[in-house]
C-alpha cells in the first residue's frame, strides 16, 4: 500500500467518485500510516492532488463554522508563500485539494499544519481529523482541466447538492476561477453533461 501512486491522476479518477481509496476509510492505524509515507517527495513547485479525511467519516466540513476556518487557513497558508492552493472542495467528511508547493515546509508539514490550525473547530463539531493523508503528484504536462472538473462536480454527483444549487465547500484562487468559470454553465453551476457522465 502506498500513499502516491505514479499513475496520470486521470487514469486514478477513472471510476472513482468520492476518491478515498478503501484503504483510508475509518480510523485504522498502524503499518497503513507508515505505508502512506513510503515514496512521499516534496517537491517545491510540484503540483499535488490531496485528500485529508475525517475519522469515522464523520461529516463537518461543510458547516459554516469548519468552513471558514478551513478557508482562512488556506489563505494563510498561501500567504506565507506556504502553498499555492489552485481549488479546494469540501465535501462533508473529506477534503479535496489540488495545490502548488512552496518550498518553506514539505508536504507532510504543510497538511500537519493545516489540521493543527482547524483541529478545534473541527472538535466543536465532534470530530478529529484522521491521521495521515492520501497524495498523488501531478505530472507536469498533465492536463489540469479534468481534475478541476472532477472536484467541482464531486457534491452534485454525491448528491449533497441539488440541480441548479451551489455547494458551499468549493474554494478557487481568482485567476484559476477566472479561467475555469468559463466551462461552466449559467449560475456557475456545472454543465448537465458532466453529472450525466458515467462515474
Known amino acids: 500500500m502506498r500513499g502516491r501512486s505514479d499513475r496520470p491522476l486521470a487514469g486514478f479518477l477513472r471510476g472513482r467518485f468520492s476518491c478515498i481509496p478503501d484503504r483510508m476509510r475509518g480510523n485504522r492505524k498502524g503499518r497503513g500510516y507508515a505505508a502512506l509515507r513510503r515514496g512521499r517527495v516534496s517537491l517545491a513547485g510540484a503540483t499535488y492532488f490531496l485528500t485529508l479525511c475525517i475519522a469515522k467519516r464523520w461529516p463537518c466540513l461543510d458547516r459554516a463554522p469548519v468552513l471558514a476556518s478551513l478557508f482562512v487557513e488556506l489563505g494563510k497558508l498561501e500567504g506565507d508563500a506556504t502553498w499555492r492552493?489552485?481549488?479546494?472542495?469540501?465535501?462533508?467528511?473529506?477534503?479535496?485539494?489540488l495545490v502548488e508547493l512552496g518550498g518553506r515546509l514539505t508536504l507532510p508539514q504543510?497538511?500537519?499544519?493545516?489540521?493543527?490550525?482547524?483541529?478545534?473547530?473541527?472538535?466543536?463539531?465532534?470530530?478529529?481529523?484522521?491521521?495521515?493523508?492520501?497524495?498523488?503528484?501531478?505530472?507536469?504536462?498533465?492536463?489540469?482541466?479534468?481534475?478541476?472538473?472532477?472536484?467541482?462536480?464531486?457534491?452534485?454527483?454525491?448528491?449533497?447538492?441539488?440541480e441548479g444549487e451551489r455547494w458551499v465547500g468549493w474554494w478557487c484562487c481568482p485567476d484559476d476561477w477566472d479561467w475555469f468559470r468559463g466551462f461552466l454553465d449559467h449560475d456557475d453551476l456545472p454543465p448537465p453533461q458532466w453529472l450525466g457522465e458515467d462515474r
Do not use: I
Not at 492552493?85 to 485539494?97: G, K
Open 85 to 97: 492552493c489552485r481549488c479546494a472542495m469540501a465535501m462533508p467528511d473529506h477534503l479535496h485539494l
Open 110 to 162: 504543510v497538511v500537519g499544519r493545516l489540521k493543527a490550525k482547524t483541529k478545534t473547530v473541527v472538535a466543536s463539531a465532534g470530530a478529529t481529523w484522521q491521521e495521515g493523508f492520501f497524495d498523488h503528484r501531478v505530472d507536469p504536462d498533465e492536463d489540469l482541466l479534468p481534475l478541476f472538473c472532477y472536484l467541482y462536480r464531486n457534491p452534485y454527483r454525491a448528491g449533497f447538492a441539488g
